[in-house]
């Protein structure tokens, strides 16, 4: 069976085509970060117009590249939310029309439900129960998956996503946009105990994140301690680098922590490590050495695969498909759309 996945949630315009549940045929990533940059961050009616611009030519593109033409595709996968709605939108009316023009089933997918399956290709099957941790510029969760297609939310943020908190940190120490891998590269050549941050803890009992107080944090230290933010060209100053490197280590060590606490209650057969920030070496590094201690397998995608695609989109539908579900043409896109909510440790069951 032939896929072909859409994905236009934020600032990608991404098409890819797979066959059965982990072949990839192509994947084409159109990226807006240029366009955004001189604003540090996502516009949004500039991002749903440069997918207007872009989409028909990137889906073409993967077609090409998949060396089929759309009559070879058995189905068509896209992403229904969470997501911007006016990008949303673009890519769910395309995949709509192309659908009804093709005759052929639609799949909505949840793009949180795609960074899941975006593992697939590049590590064995994955064995359940898994335990999930979703972390990007908008999203930080840990999900537990008792079986395929059933999840229930274990860990959400109360404030700033993961990917979020790296981009305003990376603002304010004048590192540009997007601030992950700025702030990443800087800390190779830092040192992450030359500030100790306290770690952000919930107090209500809930196993959930909160980076608004670190970034904070970092902002106080900026000011006390009169660390520099413009360079003009110049060299990165040694103290700009360790407090790089040691806003890394907490935000890393928070994520980290609070996986290994869940995986010792849930004793899950596979971690996963999903999302933009998935590409984070520092981060990939600590969830090793945990699973080596937990004796379970962590599953990463390839770089190519951490960013937003439509590769995972399409494994993602697969995976629907295969258990009968599909939508019709009245689907639309959600930008608020949930994967699952926290009633109850496997018991919840994406029908969305």
Known sequence: MIILGIESSCDETAAAVIEGPDRMLSSVISSQIELHRPFGGVVPEAASREHLAKID??????????????TAIDAIAVTRGPGLIGSLLVGVCYAKSLALGLRRPLIGVNHIEGHFYSVVFD????RYPALALIVSGGHTN????????????????RDDAAGEAFDKVAKLLGLGYPGGPAIERLAISGNPDAVRFTRPKITDGLPDFSFSGLKTAVTRYVRE?????EFNGESVPQPVADLAASFQK?????????????????KPATLIIAGGVACNQALR????????????????????LTTDNAAMIAAAGYARLRRGESHNAEMTADPSIRLARRNGIGKTRYKN
């Open 123 to 126: 590590n064995p099957p994955i």
């Open 225 to 229: 301690n009169n660390i520099p933010t």
């Open 142 to 157: 840990i999900f537990y998956a008792p079986e395929e297609g059933v999840y229930s939310l274990v860990s959400q943020t």
């Open 250 to 266: 907490a935000v890393v060590s928070v994520l980290v922590d609070t996986l290994k606490e869940r995986a010792e209650i849930l």
């Open 285 to 304: 590094s600590a969830a090793e050495s945990v699973a080596r201690i937990l004796n379970i397998p962590v599953y990463f995608p390839s770089k190519h």
């Open 57 to 70: 030519i990137i889906v073409s593109e993967a077609l090409k590249k998949a060396e089929i033409d759309q």
